[in-house]
């Protein structure tokens, strides 16, 4: 299941890229959770169920003009998926191109992603997916 896992998690990142918005929530549980947890950011925090997610999301997508995302690692932890991802939003207004390395663990249950946990570090994320460096 785990090597499903990873193409899941992948989608999540690919399916934007497509400006297919849609097809990633197709892969959320129910109940599904997402939990911020970079220090200072305003959207810290933990968001749960599927609207609660939805808006978390496309809060984020409204903000810029474009967005594309890069996958620079992935690694396979089983029930969990580490993800190094970088984003390369361009400024909706400003049009000005930003870059920014962000940091994920994806928690699956029956092929579905049940929890997203945004993480400061890439160490943090492997260790949240019980992998090591």
Aim: charged share 30%; aromatic share 12%.
């Amino acid at each position: 299941m785990s090597q499903e896992n990873v193409a899941v998690v992948r989608e999540q990142f690919e399916a934007p890229n497509r400006r297919d918005f849609a097809r990633p929530m197709a892969d959320w549980a129910d109940d599904i959770e997402v939990v911020e947890t970079i220090e200072g950011n305003i959207r810290s925090g933990t968001y749960a169920g599927r609207e609660a997610v939805g808006e978390f999301f496309g809060a984020w997508f409204r903000a810029f003009r474009s967005v594309h995302f890069e996958l620079l690692e992935i690694r396979d932890g089983g029930d969990s998926v580490a993800v190094a991802a970088r984003h390369r939003p361009q400024g909706k207004y400003s049009g000005i191109d930003a870059t920014e390395d962000f940091f994920y663990e994806y928690r699956l249950c029956g092929g579905k992603i049940v929890r997203i946990t945004i993480h400061q570090s890439w160490s943090e994320a492997l260790e949240a997916a019980g992998l090591r460096e």
